[in-house]
Nanobody
Framework: QVQLVESGGGLVQPGGSLRLSCVASGFTFSTYAMGWIRQAPGKGLEWVSSITKDGASTAHSDSVKGRFSISRDNAKNTLYLQMNDLKPEDTADYFC???????????????????WGQGTQVTVSS
């Protein structure tokens, strides 16, 4: 049974930083690309970042490029999202997601991933 458990969210002031973590279980973590998707209050799902199974390649949406960085530690079955220079528009629930196919690379669409976790809430406000 696939489980993705996110942590690290919270309340932060504009310009601040947070590091999200996601511990995976129930599947062979190192054989799947992974990503982060977010959902702002009252809005739909938005793809944020993706990383290939070996961590060699990443992709980020234009809205977070240069501020967010995705990484993974396959030995620990853990995915990370380092978020710097946070803005109020980054306020959302953040979900760690698993690629639908082990043949996918760092895809950039919410449709290429499955959500298995409960998410972690990030609030950027002064």
């Amino acid at each position: 049974q696939v489980q993705l458990v996110e942590s690290g969210g919270g309340l932060v002031q504009p310009g601040g930083s947070l590091r999200l973590s996601c511990v995976a279980s129930g599947f062979t973590f190192s054989t799947y690309a992974m990503g982060w998707i977010r959902q702002a209050p009252g809005k739909g799902l938005e793809w944020v970042s993706s990383i290939t199974k070996d961590g060699a390649s990443t992709a980020h949406s234009d809205s977070v490029k240069g501020r967010f960085s995705i990484s993974r530690d396959n030995a620990k079955n853990t995915l990370y999202l380092q978020m710097n220079d946070l803005k109020p528009e980054d306020t959302a629930d953040y979900f760690c997601v698993k690629a639908k196919s082990r043949f996918y690379g760092a895809r950039d669409s919410v449709d290429d991933f499955n959500i298995w976790g409960q998410g972690t809430q990030v609030t950027v406000s002064s």
